[in-house]
C-alpha cells in the first residue's frame, strides 16, 4: 500500500457537530443513530444521518457510520433494515466490533467498506492480520498499543489502513470496556452513558465491630495521627499516599488524551487515521480541536524539520479537560497519567457564540455562554487562521433592537454585530472569513484553585513529554494545588484585566477603545498598523511595546 497523507477523522455527536467539524478542517467523521452504535445520547436520525453523509460528500470528505454494538439475539432482526437503509446512503465505511455482525454485513452488503472498532481491543499485528483476512478494510488500534509496537504493526501490516486515537477521554478500564457504570449506576458505558464512575469522589469509612458504618473525620487535632497508603501486591514497598478532603479522593481519575506533542511521530510512519474522541463532547470541542489539529498536519507536512507542537497545544488549551497526557504512548503508564487532586473539566477559554447569519451590514450571533460589558469576544475561522478580537461595550438584540447590558447563553438570544464595530478590518474580508458556523469564544473566570490546576497540569504535561523528571517541581505544584483546594475560595478572575489600561491585552482589538486612543499604546499601534492584515502582536511584543519608550 502506498502510504498516503493521514486523515483527521472527528466525532460527530449531531448534525451540526459533524457540520462543524468538517467546517474547521476534518478529513472524515464518525456518526450513528442511537440504537445500533453504542451512543444512546447520539443525537442523529435516521433522516439526519443522510443528510451529514451527504453534507461530508459535497465538501469532498468522509462519512464512517457505527454499527460497534456487541449484539444480542434482539438485535439481530434489526440488523437487515439498518443494512438496508445505510447501504442506500453510500457511507465511505461501516465501523463494527463484533465478529457475528462483520460477517452479516459482509454477506448482505459486500460493496460496504467494513472498519474494525476500538471495541475489538486490536493490540497486535496478529489480530491485524486476523481481521485483514476477514476483509476489513481499516482497524482501529486499541488505546493501550504503544507508539513502538504501533511502528512494529505498521511494518508489519502495510496493505490495510491502521487508524489511532490521538486525542479525547480515558477510561481506567482495558479500551473502555467498563463495568464500573452499570455497577453502580445502571448506566451502560459502552453505549455511551457512562456515569463517570471512575472520577467521582470516594469517602472513607469504617465498620465497628458491631457492623455499623462511620465516617473517619480526619481534623485538626488528630490530622497527624493517620497516613493512609496503598501497597500494589507486585511491588512490595512501594507506598502510594490516599490524601482525601472535604470532596473524597479521585484515586481512579485519568487525564485527557493528547498526542499532539508526538504528533509528528505518527505521522512519519503513515498512520492512515487520527482519531479524536468525543462524540458527546461540544460543537465548540468539535471545531476547535478539529482547527488545532488540521494545522499541526498541514505544517507538518509543509516542514517536517521545523515542526513544534506548541502553538497547536495553544490551540488546544482553549478547549475544556482534565489536564492532558501521552497515556500509553511509551508503553505504560506512569502517575502523570492520572490526576489525583482534581477531576473537573476546565479550561482559560469558553464558548461565547456561533455565527448564524451573516447579513449584509452584521453578524448575527447565537450566544451560548454569558456576555458581559467589555468581554472581548475571539472569532475564530474556519478558513484562515488568524483570529479577530472585539471588544464589546453592550449588546444588540437581533430580533427587536434593545440594547442589552448582560446576555445570558441559556436564553439561546441572537445578538448583532454590526460590521461598524470592526473599525480596522475590511468587511468584504471579514464577512468571507467568517461565515455561518464560526464560532466565537472568550476568556474565562476562574477561580485561584482553577488555576493552580492549570499550572500543574502543564508542569505534569511537560515533564511527560521531555521524560526529564522534576520532583521538586512536581511536589510544589502539587501541594500549591492541594492548599487552593482546601481554602475552598469561590472569587473567580480573568488571566487578563478587564477594565482600564492596565485591562488591555495590547492586541489592538477591533472596538478597543483602550488600545486605539490611550497614549500607552502609541507604539503598538504604530508596529501594528504595519503587519499583514489580521495578524497580532505576541504577548510579549504587547508588554514591551506598551511600555515607555527609554
Not at 486476523?130 to 476489513?136: H, R, S, Y
Not at 511502528?151 to 480515558?170: N, S, T, W
Not at 465516617?215 to 496503598?230: H, K, Q, V
Not at 481554602?487 to 478572575?493: K, V
Request: proline share 4%; with cysteine.
Amino acid at each position: 500500500m502506498t502510504q498516503s497523507r493521514s486523515e483527521l477523522l472527528m466525532p460527530a455527536g449531531n448534525l451540526r457537530k459533524l457540520k462543524l467539524a468538517i467546517l474547521y478542517g476534518a478529513d472524515a467523521v464518525y456518526l450513528g443513530t442511537p440504537d445500533m452504535s453504542l451512543r444512546t445520547k447520539s443525537e442523529f436520525s435516521l433522516e439526519e444521518v443522510i443528510e451529514g453523509v451527504e453534507f461530508c460528500h459535497n465538501h469532498g470528505r468522509r462519512a464512517y457510520l457505527t454499527l460497534n454494538l456487541f449484539s444480542h439475539n434482539k438485535d439481530i432482526p434489526k440488523l437487515d433494515e439498518y443494512i438496508d437503509t445505510v447501504r442506500k446512503v453510500k457511507p465511505d465505511g461501516l465501523i463494527i466490533a463484533d465478529p457475528g455482525v462483520f460477517q452479516y454485513v459482509r454477506e448482505r452488503a459486500p460493496e460496504l467498506p467494513l472498519h474494525i472498532s476500538t471495541q475489538a481491543n486490536i493490540c497486535s499485528w496478529l489480530s491485524v492480520k486476523f481481521w485483514q483476512d476477514q476483509g476489513a478494510e481499516l482497524v482501529v488500534l486499541a488505546r493501550e498499543v504503544s507508539y513502538p509496537e504501533l511502528v512494529e504493526i505498521r511494518e508489519k501490516c502495510p496493505d490495510i489502513k491502521l487508524e489511532a486515537f490521538v486525542h479525547g477521554a480515558m477510561c481506567m478500564t482495558y479500551s473502555g470496556r467498563c463495568l464500573l457504570s452499570n455497577f453502580m449506576a445502571e448506566r451502560g458505558a459502552n453505549q455511551g452513558n457512562c456515569a463517570n464512575s471512575c472520577r467521582w469522589n470516594y469517602g472513607l469509612k469504617l465498620r465497628l465491630k458491631d457492623g455499623t458504618h462511620q465516617e473517619l473525620r480526619i481534623t485538626d487535632e488528630n490530622a497527624d495521627l493517620f497516613e493512609f497508603l496503598l501497597e500494589e501486591g507486585c511491588r512490595p514497598g512501594d507506598l502510594m499516599p490516599i490524601e482525601e478532603d472535604d470532596r473524597g479522593s479521585y484515586i481512579l481519575n485519568s487525564r485527557d488524551l493528547c498526542i499532539m506533542p508526538k504528533l509528528d511521530e505518527y505521522l512519519k510512519i503513515g498512520v492512515d487515521s487520527l482519531k479524536v474522541e468525543g462524540r458527546g463532547k461540544s460543537e465548540y470541542y468539535a471545531a476547535i480541536v478539529a482547527r488545532a489539529y488540521r494545522m499541526a498536519i498541514d505544517d507538518y507536512h509543509a516542514d517536517p524539520e521545523n515542526w513544534d507542537p506548541k502553538p497547536y497545544m495553544r490551540e488546544l488549551e482553549t478547549v475544556g479537560n482534565r489536564g492532558y497526557t501521552l497515556a500509553f504512548h511509551e508503553g505504560r503508564l506512569t502517575n502523570y497519567a492520572h490526576d489525583y487532586e482534581h477531576t473537573a473539566s476546565i479550561a482559560q477559554w469558553e464558548y461565547a457564540g456561533i455565527v448564524t447569519e451573516v447579513i449584509q451590514d452584521a453578524f448575527l450571533v447565537e450566544v451560548k455562554n454569558k456576555l458581559e460589558p467589555e468581554d472581548v469576544l475571539d472569532f475564530v475561522s474556519p478558513i484562515s487562521r488568524e483570529t479577530v478580537l472585539l471588544r464589546v461595550y453592550d449588546f444588540e438584540r437581533a430580533q427587536d433592537g434593545a440594547r442589552l447590558d448582560v446576555v445570558h447563553g441559556s436564553t439561546k438570544t441572537i445578538i448583532r454585530l454590526p460590521f461598524t464595530l470592526f473599525d480596522h478590518e475590511d468587511i468584504e474580508d471579514l464577512r468571507a472569513r467568517f461565515p455561518v458556523y464560526s464560532v466565537l469564544r472568550k476568556e474565562r473566570a476562574l477561580t485561584d484553585e482553577h488555576w493552580s490546576r492549570i499550572r500543574f497540569d502543564k508542569l505534569v504535561q511537560g515533564v511527560e513529554t521531555t521524560g526529564r523528571d522534576n520532583a521538586k517541581a512536581y511536589a510544589r505544584r502539587r501541594d500549591e494545588l492541594i492548599e487552593k483546594i482546601g481554602e475552598d475560595g469561590n472569587e473567580r478572575r480573568f488571566k487578563t484585566n478587564r477594565i482600564g489600561t492596565e485591562g488591555c491585552c495590547g492586541k489592538g482589538c477591533n472596538g478597543c477603545l483602550i488600545f486605539w486612543q490611550d497614549e500607552k499604546y502609541a507604539r503598538a499601534r504604530e508596529v501594528l498598523s504595519k503587519r499583514k492584515q489580521g495578524e497580532q502582536l505576541s504577548r510579549r511584543e504587547a508588554t514591551e511595546l506598551s511600555l515607555p519608550a527609554s
